[in-house]
């Protein structure tokens, strides 16, 4: 982002609101991390006591919950505006995270983990959502793309606070719940911040408001009064051209063009996911153990993995702005072909090697900078551009719903994949997945770069009608 985008007044107000509405993703970030490091402590006898069938559920049970809480959530957004829901994902966000910390069997804290999946996946479709509503042209890919930023930086404090109370208070058998409770913070920064933020003002049209209502905010997001006036009007024109249909009902998913632009996001949406990335975010630690590390030094290397993902996507933060959708995304999918298939190489060649975990880590490593580089920014940039106006929220509530179900099937299977065919073929199976990806970008997936919001709508509705 350029400095005299960043200095004008409106700008700044943008990046303000902006921010203030990623603290659910640093919740987001937070919670998916921080399991990492909770989990070795939580299955003790004298805790928890996880078997591995009930550590598998733990981990995917936040994953199972954030796919149903994706589709509630988009759809709420669309019912009640963008702002009160996240005011009420705060409180959510705030009650599971204490549920979690505070639970005394694994019944328990699975069934906060999906609750807590119902906050996680409800802010995956709300804040790309608003981002991209509030944003300007110019600024859009890159304010989703600091939604990103949020949720990796979420994921490597968690790491970093998981390491430090681990090493600090590791012969406290309840430090596990010191871990889970800090999660709390983010959900009191965002309920504080919703409260003093505008709404979107493209919702604020396409529910009737008054046309005042959405000016005043375009007026505080834009740098003259011609400009605000300017996108209300082009978000009218929009509206005007859908007039006859109104009322939205799950028949308008029906309609050839819509059909295909949500088969489309859902493709993506799942692409993003069997890149195996979250494997390394929530089984980051087991990874390296697996490969020879011990639990301490694995915490540890895990902080690298976080790092990495924040650099990662501070390069896409620019990236998303020079590159079309399609190059990134290509670019992206060849390193971590590369990467996953270099683990399987080498965890075969080098078993037993005390080198092992160093090549594994480095390739953990190599893999999510091209996960965060290119992959993942420009995934939310594309769900949040390519849905019409009226149903964006649900449309994009029901593309995250996949994201988060295969997710969750994932991470569920994945330890089975570990103990039934052992690191090497498991992330062969994740490279196999890689190149049926790289053929969906090529001739699936239309670009989108350089379009408004209202252009792309008006694109997909010519070429898929």
């Given at each position: 982002?350029?400095?005299e985008?960043?200095?004008?007044?409106?700008?700044?107000?943008v990046?303000?609101?902006?921010?203030?509405?990623?603290?659910a993703?640093?919740?987001?970030?937070?919670?998916?991390?921080?399991i990492?490091g909770a989990?070795?402590?939580?299955?003790?006898?004298?805790?928890?006591?996880?078997?591995?069938?009930l550590?598998?559920?733990?981990?995917?049970?936040?994953?199972i919950?954030?796919?149903?809480?994706?589709?509630?959530?988009?759809?709420?957004s669309?019912?009640?505006?963008?702002?009160?829901?996240l005011?009420?994902?705060?409180?959510?966000f705030?009650?599971?995270?204490?549920?979690?910390?505070?639970?005394?069997?694994?019944?328990m804290?699975?069934?906060?983990?999906?609750?807590?999946?119902?906050?996680?996946?409800?802010?995956?479709?709300?804040?790309?959502?608003?981002?991209?509503?509030i944003?300007?042209?110019?600024?859009?890919g890159?304010?989703v793309?600091?939604?990103?930023?949020?949720?990796?930086?979420?994921?490597?404090?968690a790491?970093?606070?998981?390491?430090?109370?681990?090493i600090?208070l590791?012969?406290?058998?309840?430090?596990?719940?010191?871990?889970?409770?800090?999660?709390?913070?983010?959900?009191?920064l965002?309920?504080f911040?919703?409260?003093?933020?505008?709404?979107?003002p493209?919702?604020?049209v396409?529910?009737?408001?008054t046309?005042?209502e959405?000016?005043d905010?375009?007026?505080?997001?834009?740098?003259?009064?011609?400009?605000?006036?300017?996108?209300?009007?082009?978000?009218?024109?929009?509206?005007a051209?859908?007039?006859?249909q109104q009322?939205l009902?799950?028949?308008d998913?029906?309609?050839?063009?819509?059909?295909?632009?949500?088969l489309?996001?859902?493709?993506?949406?799942i692409?993003?996911?069997?890149?195996g990335?979250n494997?390394?975010?929530?089984?980051?630690?087991?990874?390296?153990?697996?490969?020879?590390?011990s639990?301490?030094?694995?915490?540890?290397?895990?902080?690298?993995?976080?790092?990495?993902s924040?650099?990662g996507?501070?390069?896409?933060f620019?990236?998303?702005?020079?590159?079309?959708r399609?190059k990134?995304?290509?670019?992206?999918?060849?390193?971590?072909?590369?990467?996953?298939?270099c683990?399987?190489?080498i965890?075969?060649?080098?078993?037993?090697?005390?080198?092992?975990?160093?090549?594994?880590?480095?390739?953990?490593?190599?893999?999510?900078?091209?996960?965060?580089?290119?992959?993942?920014?420009?995934?939310?940039v594309?769900?949040?551009?390519?849905?019409?106006?009226?149903?964006r929220?649900?449309?994009?509530?029901?593309a995250v719903?996949?994201?988060?179900?295969?997710?969750?099937?994932?991470?569920?299977?994945?330890p089975?994949l570990?103990?039934?065919?052992?690191?090497?073929?498991?992330?062969?199976?994740?490279?196999?997945i890689g190149?049926l990806?790289?053929l969906?970008?090529?001739?699936?997936?239309?670009?989108?770069?350089?379009?408004?919001?209202?252009d792309?709508?008006?694109?997909?509705?010519h070429?898929?009608?």
């Amino acid at each position: 982002m350029s400095s005299e985008q960043i200095n004008t007044k409106a700008s700044r107000t943008v990046m303000i609101m902006a921010i203030t509405a990623t603290f659910a993703s640093l919740a987001f970030g937070y919670d998916t991390g921080v399991i990492n490091g909770a989990l070795p402590y939580m299955a003790e006898p004298d805790q928890l006591n996880l078997t591995p069938a009930l550590e598998g559920l733990v981990v995917s049970a936040i994953c199972i919950g954030a796919a149903f809480g994706s589709a509630l959530g988009g759809r709420i957004s669309d019912i009640l505006g963008r702002k009160p829901a996240l005011t009420y994902l705060s409180i959510l966000f705030f009650i599971s995270t204490l549920g979690c910390a505070l639970s005394i069997n694994a019944t328990m804290i699975i069934i906060f983990r999906f609750t807590l999946g119902l906050a996680v996946g409800s802010a995956s479709t709300i804040v790309p959502a608003y981002l991209a509503e509030i944003a300007t042209g110019n600024l859009r890919g890159s304010l989703v793309v600091l939604m990103e930023l949020v949720i990796v930086s979420g994921q490597l404090l968690a790491y970093i606070v998981n390491a430090i109370i681990a090493i600090t208070l590791g012969h406290d058998p309840h430090v596990w719940r010191y871990i889970l409770a800090i999660a709390a913070i983010p959900a009191i920064l965002l309920f504080f911040g919703m409260l003093i933020n505008k709404e979107s003002p493209r919702w604020l049209v396409a529910k009737g408001k008054t046309s005042e209502e959405a000016l005043d905010v375009l007026r505080l997001t834009h740098e003259s009064e011609a400009k605000a006036i300017a996108e209300l009007n082009d978000i009218q024109d929009l509206l005007a051209e859908q007039s006859i249909q109104q009322n939205l009902s799950f028949k308008d998913f029906t309609e050839p063009w819509m059909k295909k632009v949500l088969l489309i996001g859902i493709g993506v949406a799942i692409l993003q996911q069997t890149t195996g990335v979250n494997t390394i975010m929530f089984y980051g630690s087991q990874i390296l153990t697996k490969s020879g590390f011990s639990t301490d030094a694995a915490l540890i290397g895990n902080i690298g993995n976080g790092i990495i993902s924040v650099i990662g996507t501070l390069f896409g933060f620019t990236l998303v702005r020079r590159l079309t959708r399609r190059k990134m995304l290509t670019i992206g999918l060849i390193g971590i072909l590369f990467a996953n298939t270099c683990i399987g190489t080498i965890s075969n060649i080098m078993a037993g090697s005390p080198n092992l975990p160093y090549f594994v880590l480095s390739l953990t490593i190599t893999f999510l900078f091209f996960q965060q580089t290119f992959v993942s920014p420009v995934t939310w940039v594309y769900m949040s551009e390519i849905f019409p106006l009226r149903m964006r929220g649900t449309a994009l509530g029901i593309a995250v719903f996949f994201l988060w179900g295969s997710n969750f099937c994932i991470q569920l299977l994945f330890p089975i994949l570990m103990n039934t065919f052992g690191l090497s073929n498991t992330f062969y199976i994740f490279s196999s997945i890689g190149i049926l990806s790289l053929l969906f970008t090529k001739f699936i997936m239309p670009e989108t770069k350089g379009l408004s919001i209202e252009d792309i709508e008006r694109k997909f509705r010519h070429d898929y009608k």
